[in-house]
């Protein structure tokens, strides 16, 4: 026992001795230079630096700062730094410090700004501990992009990250704003550019924080809450250069995905940015009851950034994904959406005004809430007075056309709908750049109530113009049109009259049809 009490006072007055027979300059240099020769920066320790004791043994740095080495000649460094660390702790194992060499037990950094390839991370606090099978455990949360991170990982192999640069962060914990995920993460910096590859699964993928706030003043007839308001698209830049500061490769399984108030169901998002080229893929995900493809490329190797979009969307609810996505609730139907656009530009107003593209849309069963365009043709007089349109519905079996972008405007001269009593056909244009149309709707009666029959048409057709911008639209009927066409060909119209009498008694045969005989009473 007696031995015993000597060993253990022998040790204590060495603990209590240390920081006076180990010369903290001896140690500064040689952290310093063990930091350097595994990062390959230059570190300066401009604050304190001492050796602690209580409530652990270890060395302790103040106002830290990583810089890129300058090249040769130059006097001193007063670049911004990669890194700034207003606090480092080391605690170390006592025998090995005794002897002027340095083993880690655990290191903490507290208040680290990080602008490394101007990440913009801020008040990063991360504590690092040894793990199993030689690797480090590493918990801590940081702000980026004034978004709240929590991140606990384990970097794997820690040694073959110092010496070639190529790190692997596994079981990945990560917590930015609403996102929980876990997974992998790859981080390559040994050449000029990094390299880093993220695999991550999550149970939702909420992107709506991290895009560029909606404009309220925009929730309208069509452009809903989309990055437009009253005085036009935005002009104001959009910063894409963090593309060309690093090379990537991303796998994010989500079984939902929000984006505003669009909301997907399972989604596998696949991206690839390599030489400021970003490719993205969604190759499946299930969108409002249907399914939904969607591919795009960011090209930002010019000074105007280039961008491609193609988008497949197959059987969807189309009154709740355009309710959600643009504010407008008054189609519905199932849909299928194909479109192809690409633009260029650095702000939304040149995105839009340089936009070309092709597409098309079929809708089946589906209806117009308030606008009953048979009654707009019927009776001229009331059906476009300003009037509560709440109760009025065009029902509909199949709406379908084709479009062309260019230059920002919409052009569709192919519209079809099929509906019960009348079919339509339509034509115009939509100038996204201005956010006005000019559309012509055509209707003819037809003797049938099924709106997938051809029936028997008949009638002069009262074409209705739809004009104005896309938030308050006007519509009116073009009379005017039909005279001048009456006073061009006045014995087609007198066929048509002809035709419309007969289209008429079919119509009234349709409802005076007799009802089966009830069944006689046993």
């Known amino acids: ?183 992998d993460i790859k981080l390559n910096v040994a050449g000029t550019v990094p390299v880093i590859e993220i695999m991550l699964s999550t149970p939702a993928l909420d992107l709506t924080e991290f895009l560029p706030p909606q404009k309220q003043a925009a929730r309208g007839w069509l452009i809903g809450n989309a990055l437009a308001d009253s005085s036009g698209w935005s002009k104001e830049p959009i910063d894409l250069s963090f593309l060309r500061r690093f090379n990537a490769k991303v796998n994010i399984d989500a079984d939902s995905v929000r984006v505003y108030d669009v909301k997907l169901g399972k989604t596998t998002l696949k991206a690839e940015l390599i030489d400021k080229i970003l490719t993205v893929n969604m190759p499946d995900f299930e969108c409002y009851g249907g399914k939904g493809l969607i591919s795009a490329v960011v090209d930002v190797r010019g000074a105007e950034p280039r961008l491609e979009r193609g988008a497949t969307l197959k059987g969807i609810d189309l009154g709740a994904f355009l309710k959600d996505a643009v504010g407008y609730d008054r189609f ?16 939304m107003h040149d995105f839009i005004s340089a936009l070309q593209g092709t597409g098309s849309v079929k809708v089946r069963d589906g209806a117009i809430k308030g606008y009953n365009i048979a009654d707009m043709v019927r009776n001229v007089q009331s059906a476009f007075k300003d009037v509560d349109t709440s109760a009025r519905q065009t029902d509909f079996s199949e709406l379908s056309g084709t479009f062309t972008i260019n230059n920002g405007i919409v052009a569709n001269n192919d519209l079809s709908m099929l509906a019960p009593l009348f079919r339509l ?75 419309a009498k007969e289209a008429i008694k079919g119509l009234k045969d349709i409802f005076k049809k007799k009802k089966p005989a009830p069944t006689p009473a046993p």
């Open 425 to 499: 056909t339509g034509a115009g244009t939509v100038n996204l750049p201005e956010q006005t149309l000019q559309y012509r709707l055509t209707p003819q009666f037809i003797d049938t109530l099924k709106g997938q029959d051809s029936g028997k048409q008949g009638g002069i057709g009262v074409p209705v113009i739809v004009e104005g911008s896309l938030d308050h639209p006007t519509f009116r009927p073009d009379v005017r049109a039909v005279v001048e066409d009456v006073m061009k060909n006045p014995d087609a119209y007198k066929e048509k009259a002809k035709e």
């Open 1 to 183: 026992m007696k031995k015993l009490l000597i060993v253990i006072a022998f040790i204590a007055l060495a603990v209590l001795a240390a920081p006076y027979l180990i010369p903290a300059d001896a140690l500064k240099s040689q952290l310093i230079a063990k930091l350097e020769a595994a990062t390959g920066k230059k570190i300066v320790i401009a604050g304190h630096f001492g050796i602690t004791l209580f409530p652990s043994v270890g060395v302790q740095a103040e106002k830290v700062s990583i810089l890129e080495p300058l090249p040769a000649g130059a006097a001193d460094y007063k670049q911004i730094p990669l890194a700034d660390i207003q606090s480092l702790k080391i605690d170390v194992a006592l025998m090995p410090l005794l002897h002027k060499e340095i083993q880690l037990q655990s290191a903490k950094v507290a208040d680290a700004n990080v602008e490394y390839n101007q990440l913009g991370i801020t008040h990063a606090n991360f504590t690092i501990v040894p793990a199993a099978n030689s690797s480090l455990a590493m918990d801590g949360d940081m702000t980026w992009k004034d978004k709240a991170v929590r991140l606990k990982s384990q970097l794997e192999a820690p040694q073959d990250c110092l010496q070639t640069k190529h790190c692997h962060f596994s079981n990945v914990a990560l917590k930015l704003g609403n996102i929980d995920a876990k997974g």
């Open 332 to 347: 519905s139907g199932k849909a299928d959406i194909n479109s192809a656009a690409g633009t260029r530009g650095n702000s």
